[in-house]
């Protein structure tokens, strides 16, 4: 049984048919990559799983349960969280009050310092900066931020939206070491990213998709050699 299994999903944004009929499964303990072009509805589909979006037709099933239309916030009990496209980080908020705001559905007070310590250790410049409120921090700093508040709910699998955009190369190097340290912990990862080249580099697996319907899948190698996906999204 797939940890995530979208079944026939179709959304509409008024008459606009965004997303249509796609389906796919990610599977434990993978990283799974969804790319595309600008518009092809890769954010509209991560927010249709993690409950921020309701479906016109089709199911999504975690962890064998149907979630189609369970609000965002009971899918972090679920142990799904998502890192936001933009990052989405309380900018008044000091970093140690936006972390601690990840662990809202947790009761052990202990098991929440344990986490927050694991946060500390795998992101030592939030440490340094707990204090500081989050919107005086980098961008990079910001994304590591706010997948640092995505762990603090022990997520079973973690869903990311664009983790690299607008950073510097060595930001965008780092975030993806750091997306790979979360996998190797045990975490899955399905993965929207512009920077196809990278996001193949790293998945397991890869979907493409185009104008709200899925074009290609496979191997992540597979698809970094495929020629229309090297035209399309590969090229310098």
């Known amino acids: 049984m797939a ?13 606009i048919h965004a997303i249509k009929g796609i389906s796919f499964t990610v599977e434990k303990g993978e990283i799974v990559t969804l790319i595309g072009a600008n518009g092809a509805g890769k954010t509209t589909t991560l927010h249709t799983i993690t409950g921020l979006i309701n479906p016109q037709g089709g199911e999504v099933f975690y962890n064998g349960k149907n979630i189609t ?73 910001q994304q590591m931020l706010a997948m640092g508040r995505a762990l603090m709910c022990r997520p079973s699998m973690i869903v990311m939206d664009e983790p690299s955009m607008g950073l510097s190369p060595i930001y965008v190097n780092e975030i993806f070491d750091i997306i790979q340290s979360i996998h190797k912990s045990g975490t899955t990862v399905l993965l929207v990213e512009q920077n196809a080249k990278k996001a193949l580099s790293i998945a397991d697996r890869a979907y493409v998709l185009e104008t709200g319907t899925i074009s290609l899948s496979g191997s992540a190698s597979d698809l970094m050699n495929d020629p229309k996906v090297k035209a399309a999204y590969l090229s310098e």
Request: proline share 5%; charged share 25%; aromatic share 6%.
């Open 3 to 15: 940890l995530l299994e979208v079944k026939d999903l179709h959304v509409y944004y008024g008459m």
């Open 69 to 141: 239309h369970l609000p965002g916030h009971s899918l972090v009990k679920e142990g799904l969280a998502h890192v936001p496209e933009g990052r989405r980080v309380f900018a008044s908020l000091t970093v140690l009050q936006n972390l601690m705001l990840g662990a809202y559905t947790r009761t052990s007070k202990e098991e929440v310092q344990e986490t927050l310590e694991q946060v500390y250790h795998r992101f030592p410049r939030l440490a340094e900066r707990k204090n500081q409120p989050a919107g005086t921090l980098s961008g990079g700093e």
